[in-house]
């Protein structure tokens, strides 16, 4: 029986853990090794790590943790989790279990991204979705916004106020986004789609619905993300809807609506960033070993009827 039963080691997870580890409790992270951003080539915005790949964050995060006894990790995916509220049992793909006082959720969110050739081989290095993640980096370059969801106005006008003079949204676009609006900002529409992308070290050629292309330093878009499948869904911790997709509702210590689970990162935010993640990991990490000194100390969200 670990204490806690860490579900996701990235940076929320392997944070909440550092934690754990610290009050000598013992910890066990199950991590399927896929964070979020890793097919960024450099992570940005997080003071210290700017610019450095992510794997090589997360290593260094691992190695840190090599010198806590107590703090385990394991490489593989929970498939399920049961039980509650002082002691669950994970069920991992093939078939061990684990048990835990504790589950502390840092699984993150999976993005969904659209069906357009050559999107998901430039995800994260010539298809974006945050400026302020990758936006410096084309910062004054011709720069796409690809009109799939109500978001992409919001991406437009940022980037077009901060980042580039020369912002183009692309697509018919969801109802209700004010094209004139946009235009008045200084945003240039163009009602064709993206059926294609091909990116490569300087750019992306962007093949428009009708014929023609267009040069850019990025296209920027807003994926779905989803938490289908996922340890945090099938436990049936409340979430709320958000601009980008469901994510959980969580108490100021990271609690969520079942007793004895928290939720750390990603997955119960509606905005990505490290540096969120980190700070929900240290606070969740640290109101799960005050439940288990104090019981009822950290009672779990309510949820009104
Ligand atoms: C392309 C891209 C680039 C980004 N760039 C930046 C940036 O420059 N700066 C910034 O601040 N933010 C950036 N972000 C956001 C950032 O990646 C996230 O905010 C951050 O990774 C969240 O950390 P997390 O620990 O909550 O989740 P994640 O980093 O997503 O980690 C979740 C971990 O849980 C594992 N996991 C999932 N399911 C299971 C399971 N069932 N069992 C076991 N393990 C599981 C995953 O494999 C993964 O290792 C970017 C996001 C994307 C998509």
Known sequence: MFDVA?????????????????????????DAGAPRNRTSP????????????PAEIL???????AAYPT??????????????????????????RVAARRILLAHGQRDVLPPIPGVAEAWGRRVLHCPYCHGYEVKGAPLAVLALHPTAAHQALMLRA????????????????????????????D???????RADDAGADLFL???????????????????EGSP????????????????????????????????????????PNINFALADGAQSGVACHASLLFPGFVPPLEIAA
Do not use: K, N
């Open 191 to 197: 009602p064709r789609g993206v059926e294609a992308v």
């Open 42 to 53: 450099g992570a940005h915005g997080a003071a210290g790590w700017d610019g450095r790949p």
């Open 71 to 96: 703090v385990a990790l394991r490489a593989g995916t929970a498939e399920d989790v049961s039980g509650g509220p002082d002691g669950f049992e994970v069920r991992l793909a093939g078939g061990d």
């Open 162 to 189: 901060d980042w580039s003079d020369r912002v183009t949204l692309y697509g018919a676009g969801p109802e209700g986004l004010d094209i004139a609006a946009l235009e008045a900002a200084g945003v240039l529409a």
């Open 209 to 227: 619905t009708g014929g023609g292309t267009a040069r850019v330093g990025a296209l920027f878009l807003a994926p779905r993300a989803t938490l």
């Open 6 to 30: 860490v579900i996701g080691g990235s940076f929320a997870g392997l944070t909440a853990a550092l934690q754990l580890g610290r009050a000598s409790r013992s910890v066990l992270v199950i």
């Open 232 to 271: 945090a869904a099938r436990l049936g911790c409340a979430a709320d809807e958000g601009p980008m997709g469901r994510f959980l509702r969580v108490g100021p210590m990271g609690q969520t609506s079942l007793p004895g689970v928290f939720a750390a990162g990603d997955l119960a935010r509606p905005m």
């Open 59 to 65: 290593a260094r995060f691992r190695a840190d943790l």
